[in-house]
């Protein structure tokens, strides 16, 4: 999944008294290559690797259990409402099964500029600016509207649902997120306002703890809200401390292991159980609302502004012994080549 430029081919070095001497930019060079070779080497395990092709601003996307994908296209610039957005149906090998399976403007469907979007039984619920929308998964045909307009919500962005089938909606620009319970008329109440959610975008539930997860736009947050309905900070940029920029995207795998996309910085991180943070795939061009399919063990991965997307296989754990040592640099005989930073 990372897409590594590699660099022009180096002049050749020139010796002096039998030693070889390099040029800087040659050293530079040979550095750039030596970042590709670890990285083609880190990405062996990714045996199943996927393109989808003509997209329209993809915001968005999320894996039924049957390994089906569901990718939400704004078709325009994200927040406009000229009801031209529509939802893409794809199959695990990446290949498009329906381009425009839910289409704005077509067969009595408004759909604006969809974005977040959760599967309970047989419903594809999708946020829409101000409004949640309910299709029927199997036909597309429209199930239900929820409107927040007594909510006065503009940028509903993230959206997910609970092992109960509870959905939780994030509001970017008010800083709250809302509860809808399918089984009392989709009934909303306010689940959380707090100005540290950042202006929240991606949000998911942790498959072991059950908590609301959460990640901020404006300063690279990541965020925890427990059963308590308590906010907690888990990795917050600060004079002393970063790495993260405008935060959308958030998912789990099977193990717990957390993905987040950076859509600034352009890359997509892995975060295990322990808080090691780690970049499983840089260069890439505005990654957005990503996904796991869990069954399968695969991160989908939308590029809002190149108009496609992703599908990669991840590494499994090679051993559950916490207690295992992690490799380094020093495995591959590279102790010069680590980073001065450490992983918070």
Known sequence: MSHILLPSSP???????????????????????????LLALAYLPMSHASQIVNLASPQHIVADHDATYFIANANGDPGTRENKGFITKVNKDGEITNLHFI?????????????????????????DLDTVRGFHK????????????????QTLTGLTADQKGTLFVSDSDSNRIYRLDP???????LFLHHESLSHPHGIAIHPRSGHLMGVGWDDGKIFEIDEKGVLHELFVNSFFSGGFYNLDGIDFDQYGTMYVSDMTAGKVWRIRNNHKKEVIAEFL???SGL???????????????????EINGLERPSNTNT??????????????????????
């Open 285 to 287: 061009v505005s990654p």
């Open 103 to 127: 289409q704005g403007g077509v067969n009595s469907v408004t759909l604006h500029s969809p974005n977040g979007m959760a599967i309970v039984g047989d419903i594809l619920y999708v946020a």
């Open 291 to 309: 996904a796991i399919d869990r069954a399968n063990h695969l991160i989908l991965v939308p590029y809002l502004y190149a108009n496609g997307a």
């Open 138 to 153: 199997q036909t597309g045909e429209p199930v239900v509207n929820i409107p927040f307009i007594k909510e006065h919500c």
């Open 183 to 189: 089984s009392q008329e989709h009934a909303i109440t």
């Open 323 to 344: 207690k295992k040592k992690s490799r380094t640099w020093s495995d591959y005989g590279m102790d010069w080549f680590k980073k001065d930073s450490h992983d918070e």
């Open 11 to 37: 002049k050749e070095p020139h010796s002096s008294g039998g030693t070889l001497i390099f040029s800087r930019k040659t050293l530079m060079s040979l550095h750039s290559v030596l970042w590709f070779i």
